[in-house]
């Protein structure tokens, strides 16, 4: 999609560094569970920062 704005990335390294059990390889899963850990309002950013969590967790998978 592009470069991502800060504000995504530094939620997603946050929540990751705190609830990183909670996330996985899905894009599904971590939908939900970017719900449960915040109060994010907007669809469009809750599923841009899943997005991005879940790009990191494959990508560090796969190093």
């Not at 990751?16 to 469009?44: P, W």
Request: positive net charge.
């Amino acid at each position: 999609m592009g470069i991502k704005p800060t504000y995504i990335k530094a939620i997603g390294l946050e929540l990751f560094q705190y609830h990183s059990q909670k996330f996985s390889n899905s894009f599904e899963e971590n939908k939900q569970a970017v719900t449960e850990s915040t109060s994010i309002g907007s669809k469009r950013v809750r599923n841009r920062i899943a997005g991005y969590i879940t790009r990191k967790v494959n990508t560090r998978r796969g190093a």
